[in-house]
């Protein structure tokens, strides 16, 4: 049965903004770069569009807390008043889930045109934080502003947050250390494959417009520490993790097939919206099965690529979300993608730029622009949090046959059949204990913070420890080349009178 264009939700216009002043100070706000896109993706449809929308996703912004809610700014600045608005939080997935939200909202007919966009403006707002502190210290050099460890929702001290882990940049080492031992890995050869798609990153980014660091990276350079790249969470270095200090925006219209053709879009710059797929891991990062996979991504890839009927012979073109080479590294297994095959059309948040979660709409619309130009079949995959929200979806230049719309995209019931058991917590623990995960963490100077363990007691249970930054040998058993430390017996001791973390110890 041929699909109703009626009902055939279609992409036809996406728009990008790098802002980039002489002064970092003189940037847009967030508000500023999310109306640009999507002024730029009405004129990259012909115009006349974004004045007609009755649909309005914008993902979550942090970069400027005092904007939000930033929603009814944005809808002011375009003069629009759309019957539906939804603004969702900053995680990495929601792009490609306002995507499947648009597809579904003209698959049932409760909306004829759809705009989605977001945007930070990070890179201004550090600028402005510290000339501010510049100011009320009366110090040339005042401490660098981190928006992510600073953001409201991560100030919280818990138990995970004592050992160091606080932000994305220390929560996904203990994927990779743990995943890269899995699959039986040395760390050179884990570092290796990281280096390897990471360079194929940037040399993408450096024939992409649009991308943030237009410069080709040679894998040495990227995996390995010094001037210029320094250890920010074993094994990653600053050119291996995502570059949020940017000022990027981007945007994109959905309608029906129907609706294109009666406002004449060209034929060739139609692109169709697939069938998507979502899952997701437990909030609480000690509360996963395995640091090792993820059942939520596996679950969301295979059930997408069902959905749409496809094989992984029949994609042309993949968007693996990059925000650390683990992720990528999982996804492609999954996938079934080979490594020397480019695993992005926009050039990874370390190179194309890493605007917290509004990545995926910058891959969404150079994968459009990639099938408008090249024609076959792209799939995206998105992940948000703490490897916590994995969303897939499929764009082509051609008609997905076999997908009708509506579609129910929630297959966590797939990755409930996928997923091992929890072991349960315990954070008094002391006593024998098998090194499950790592990481390392680092000063801005490069040297040793402090080192944080993920271990199993001898009954199965999950607990922390810490490897004091001033421990040479236990620092060194971490991150020694020649020996694995995941799976390594060791005890865990009570730490000092003035500090209740307990320490680790290699047997």
């Not at 919280?156 to 890269?180: C, M, T, W």
């Not at 417009?209 to 094994?235: C, K, L, Q, V, Y």
């Not at 607990?463 to 020694?480: F, H, N």
Request: hydrophobic content about 40%; some cysteine; overall charge negative.
């Amino acid at each position: 049965m041929t699909p109703n264009p009626e009902h055939t939700p279609v992409i036809v216009g996406v728009g990008q903004v790098n802002d980039r002043p002489e002064k970092p100070q003189d940037g847009l706000d967030p508000t500023g770069l999310m109306t640009e896109a999507l002024r730029r993706a009405d004129r990259d449809a012909g115009g006349g569009w974004v004045e007609s929308a009755d649909s309005f996703g914008i993902v979550g912004q942090i970069a400027w807390p005092q904007l939000n809610p930033v929603a009814a700014k944005v809808v002011e600045a375009l003069g629009i008043a759309p019957a539906h608005v939804e603004e969702t939080t900053p995680h990495g997935d929601n792009p490609v889930r306002l995507l499947n939200q648009a597809a579904n909202a003209i698959g049932s007919g409760e909306a004829c045109v759809c705009l989605v966009t977001g945007g930070e403006a990070l890179r201004t707002a550090g600028a402005l934080a510290r000339i501010k502190a510049a100011q009320e210290t009366g110090s040339d050099t005042p401490p660098k502003h981190d928006a992510l460890r600073d953001a409201p929702h991560r100030r919280k001290i818990g138990y995970a947050q004592s050992y160091g882990l606080v932000v994305p940049v220390d929560v996904y080492p203990l994927y990779e250390n743990a995943f890269r031992a899995a699959q039986g890995q040395s760390l050179v050869e884990g570092q290796a494959e990281s280096g390897a798609i990471w360079a194929g990153f940037s040399r993408v980014a450096a024939a992409t417009e649009h991308a943030w660091i237009r410069e080709p990276r040679e894998a040495a350079e990227i995996i390995e520490s010094g001037p210029g790249n320094r250890p920010i969470a074993f094994p990653y270095t600053k050119l291996q993790v995502a570059n949020s200090a940017v000022n990027q925006g981007a945007g994109f219209i959905v309608t029906s097939l129907a609706e294109a053709r009666r406002r004449r879009v060209a034929e060739e710059r139609i692109v169709f919206v697939g069938a998507g797929a979502s899952a997701f891991e437990p909030e609480d990062i000690l509360a996963r099965d395995s640091y090792a996979a993820s059942a939520g991504m596996e679950a969301s890839i295979r059930q997408a690529m069902a959905f749409n009927n496809l094989s992984v012979e029949e994609l042309d073109h993949v968007e693996l979300y990059s925000c650390f080479p683990c992720v990528p590294k999982m996804a492609r297994r999954t996938l079934g993608w080979p490594l020397d095959r480019s695993m992005t059309v926009f050039g990874g948040l370390t190179f194309g730029g890493g605007p917290i979660g509004n990545y995926m709409s910058h891959a969404i619309a150079c994968m459009v622009e990639t099938l408008r130009a090249r024609r076959g079949t792209g799939l995206l995959f998105a992940n948000g949090g703490y490897a916590t929200h994995s969303h897939t979806i499929l764009l082509g230049s051609a008609q997905f046959e076999h997908v009708a719309f509506p579609q129910d995209f929630d297959v966590n019931r797939a990755a409930d059949v996928l997923r091992g058991a929890i072991p349960p917590l315990a954070e008094n623990y002391c006593g024998p204990a098998k090194l499950e995960t790592y990481t390392v963490h680092y000063n801005r100077d490069g040297s040793v913070r402090v080192g944080t363990v993920v271990a199993l007691t001898p009954e199965g249970a999950r607990t922390l420890a810490m490897v004091p930054g001033d421990d040479k040998a236990g620092i060194e058993g971490l991150t020694a080349t020649g020996s694995e430390p995941v799976g390594r017996a060791g005890e865990i001791v009570a730490g000092s009178s003035d500090d209740a973390r307990r320490i680790w110890r290699f047997a």
